[in-house]
């Protein structure tokens, strides 16, 4: 690698002239007005991308899953008795989704929910607006449900059932998309209630709730009206161990109608106390009035695990359950009604990197990076690296603060190109909020110093913080307020500003008094939808929006002398699915390169040193601005340049807006690129 100062004599005389004025944080380059700043395209693209291409016209039109076809979830056989039933009654049902302690539900519920109704939160009244013009319960005439006896295996295949609700909702609590039995794959986790199906047989209840039930402790929550006097309108409380389903959910409120008598609740739970492993499936089950009981619990999921429950209280009911969490085809994790038409500036379908501009403002102490492309709005991670002084962590230590759900230790072994040694971290996103439909961006950042977190020697607590911003913004710019205070006893510390600069005032003097609005600003602008395709590269020079990013150089924790070096691609939402998205590029025909642990060990496998060529960039290595360079090959202009400027004029892109007036196309736009054409590139 060489080290270089970071402008050149060249760049800084172009640059004297406007060093006051600085670049625009919106997510788009603008060659009009900002041409004068940024760099010319310091990196372009090589390789389509495998993470989706977002292609003008897209939408989802309004799909909320395929609910009917959901063949697997959770199997039960109960004795009708255990109900104080015979098996000709019309029973009455009600249930939902929760949260493990049950005092959050979510919008998947037994009933008729209005489409694109977010998750409800804690306990409300069914009958009162906006839930009063909707039943939140089914009638079943059980002497009319299927015969015959299932197998209790978690999955509908073979068995004879009647279907007796269908879920017109999307999941607000995650959409599993792996496919495997006990929902534990790296796409894994989500809660859904597709559909319910029933079933008598010799004095049996069999009851399936195709959809799934993700493993962190979710309840699902079934309350049956048996007819029986003496049943619950208003939920007040419970005894028995399964007693806090009932007590959490205190004061909620059934539609008119519907008084519960028994509840039955499913979730998962940490068998073995060590803090990680919620996946052990339990069954309470009980009349609300005189105490709810352990059911018990089954070994695992599938039908291996299938069968009676173990472990239950003192004279339960003899209860089966089956567990299968491999559905992927139910109800979409995404609201119903139609997303945007593509190009949207809040929206997209798919996550590329196209290319990357950058403008050091040593006036103002910042540096600028326009890194060209979209991030599809499901919460991928454009995770970015930067190294800015000596030292740093060429191998990712598992040392790191606590940040994005411990993602950089979970990302500990990950080893660097040699000659790039990270200080500096960041993962940005952008998706829509489950409760509010809202579509959010986020950003989470920390340092990464040489011999991990700093740790203060006296009390040996942590004195680094992890820095989180975000929510329903148009820009993130670490404003704060949350600034946690180290009282020697915290195992991690978060903050809504950026963390160097807090981090090194804590350290110093033992506490932080405030912290400094807008030493980092991230903008999103997601219209692009030329760039890569999903099989071809040629178009990534031509794109001007995506990520946008300004930082202040002190928190960076810039030198002042070596070269700014970034390398970065795109993961899925949990940090452990790598996509061929990666600044730097990848060899041609590169498809994505897949689990971050391919042996299964718990570490990171990826060493860059063993894919051909340096997998970051260098941000200092900047040229005079050259924008009439519209295509392949970069740095040399032709008629692939001219017929590129053509294309865009006639298909009205911004990017042919290479005069004034700004905002529309017409003949002096047309003159001024023949103009900077003429000139050529340094």
Sequence with gaps: MSIC????????????????????????????????????????????????????????????????????????????????????????????VSSGDRSFKSNQIVGSLPVDTPNLGGAQDFNAAPLDGTQQFISVDLSGVASGAASVDGSLTGDTYTRVFLQQNYTGFGNETDGTVDGSGPNGGGSEIDAIYMAIDGGELYMMIAGNLETNGNGLDLYIDTGAA?????????????????????????????????????DTFDDDGDGMTVNVPRVFFGDINSGVDLLGSLAGYGAGNAGALSGGDVGVPSVDMGYDNSNTVGVEG????????????????????????????????????LIAGNMEVNFNKLQLFFDVAPGGQNVLLDSNVDISFNAINNQAGLTFDTGFEPDYWMAINTGVDGGTNDDVRFTDTSMLRTNGAAIDPFFGAITDFGATFGGDVALIDFSGPRLDQQDGTLGSIFTEFAPRLVSDELAANGVVTTGIPGLIEIAFDNSNVLGVTDSDASGAGAVNTGIELSIDLDELGWDGSQDILMAGWITNSGFDFYSNQVLGGLPDGSENLGPRDTDGDGTTDFDFNTIAGDQFI?????????????????????????????????????????????????????????????????
């Design 5 to 96: 100062r970071v402008a050149t004599a060249t760049t800084i005389a172009v640059l004297a002239g406007v060093a006051a004025a600085q670049p625009t944080v919106d997510g788009a380059f603008d060659p009009g007005t900002e041409g004068g700043f940024y760099s010319g395209t310091i990196w372009v693209n090589n390789v389509p991308t495998g993470f989706g291409d977002n292609s003008a016209g897209l939408f989802t039109g309004g799909n909320f899953g395929d609910p009917e076809n959901v063949q697997t979830g959770i199997e039960l056989r109960i004795p009708l008795s255990a109900l104080g039933l015979s098996g000709s009654e019309t029973i009455r049902v009600a249930g939902w």
């Design 230 to 266: 003496g049943g619950d309108a208003t939920l007040t409380g419970a005894s028995g161990p399964g007693g806090f389903v009932v007590d959490a959910q205190s004061g909620q409120v059934f539609d008119a109608g519907f008084a519960a008598n028994y509840v039955l609740s499913i």
């Design 334 to 369: 995404n609201p119903a009604e139609p997303t945007p038409v593509s190009p949207d500036v809040d929206w997209a379908y798919g996550s590329e990197l196209n290319n990357v501009r950058t403008y050091l403002d040593s006036d103002n102490n910042r540096l600028y990076v």
């Design 618 to 682: 260098n941000l200092s290595d900047t040229s005079v601005p050259c924008p009439a360079d519209l295509a392949a090959p970069f740095g040399t202009l032709n008629f692939f340049d001219i017929a590129a400027y053509i294309g865009l004029f006639n298909a009205g892109d911004p990017v042919a807006d290479f005069a004034a007036p700004f905002g529309a196309l017409n003949f002096f736009d047309i003159v001024e690129y023949i103009n900077q054409f003429n000139a050529g590139c340094p």
